[in-house]
């Protein structure tokens, strides 16, 4: 299959560079990811580890043929703007594929491209990109894929097996949706709390102010998805977030990385969009909206 992963950075090269091995990959990042690896190699260590030189550019100016599958992996609120810079190289047969975190990417991808074209995926691997050239892969996970309407069509099988066949475990979901769901309300109260305290995700269940804090924001966000018509349960969801919590004690959230690197947050495609949701669907946001607030005041 012809690949092209939009956003070479930890999750993108992690996934490009295994999809590799029996695809033809292109990815697409910045210049001193590009430079480092052009002039030696993409090093993965970690729970992966291996050398390729795999194929980069920073554009997809000189792609000739549209891929049969474009991965974006940028972060969500960059996910406008990469796509303009790529619509060239999509064809009516490319598949837009979404992996990113956040309730607003599917929205911000149907502004450029056919929704028919557009699939999405979650996946609780977690990678960082310490510096150009290199990938952590940090803890493996689990990758749902899903059509938006649910269906088992044989384009989701055959992107599946792909990914399976490149030791990505991976399965198909009925209800894509849901899944985006449920990792954004896990993440509305990880993300936010772990970089306003600026802790170890562990640290949300030692201290009991914070654990009751996880416990409301879970609460609210449960709240406004089923407003949306998700049907999730509260319980459900709350032992969700503290599993979460469990596994990834010691590691810092994704939030609390590009806060201390000085850069954008993704805030306002997990909390901004549920607290924009609940104010439509007219449930209360007080929780999502001080953690919103305090993040962005930080960050000003
Ligand atoms: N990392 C994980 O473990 C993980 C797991 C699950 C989901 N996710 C989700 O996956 C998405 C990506 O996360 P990530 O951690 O991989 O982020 P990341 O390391 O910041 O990777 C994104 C990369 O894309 C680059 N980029 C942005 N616009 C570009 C463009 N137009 N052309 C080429 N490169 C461009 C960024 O460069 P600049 O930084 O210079 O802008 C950055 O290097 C997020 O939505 C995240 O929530 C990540």
Sequence with gaps: MNIVVLGAGAIG???????????????????????????GSLKI???????????????????????DLLIITVKSYDTEDALKKARKIIGSNTTILS?????????????????????AGVTTHGSIFPEPG?????????????????KKTERIKNIVNIFNEAGIETTISKNIV???WIKAIVNSSINPLTTIFQCKNGYLLENPILEKIV??????????????????????????TRE???DTSENYSSMLQSFKKGKKTEIESINGKIIDIGKIRGVDTLMNSILAYLVNFMAD
């Design 99 to 119: 992996f990113q975190n956040g309730l607003d990417n599917i929205d911000e991808i149907g502004k450029i491209v056919d929704r028919k074209q557009t699939i």
């Design 13 to 39: 090269s992690l996934f490009g560079a295994l999809l590799s091995k029996k695809n033809n990959v292109m990815l697409i990042g910045r210049a001193p990811h590009v430079n480092a690896i052009r002039k």
């Design 215 to 240: 416990e409301k924001v879970c609460e609210e966000s449960t709240n406004i998805a089923n407003a949306e018509g998700l049907n999730l349960s509260f319980e459900d969801m709350f032992q969700k």
């Design 45 to 67: 260590e970690g729970k992966t580890q291996f050398n390729k030189k795999v194929p980069i550019m920073l554009s997809v100016n000189d792609i000739k043929n549209p891929p």
């Design 244 to 246: 979460v919590i469990e």
């Design 178 to 180: 849901k899944e985006i």
């Design 134 to 150: 290199l990938i952590r892969h940090t803890g493996k996970g689990k990758t749902v894929f899903g059509e938006l309407d649910g």
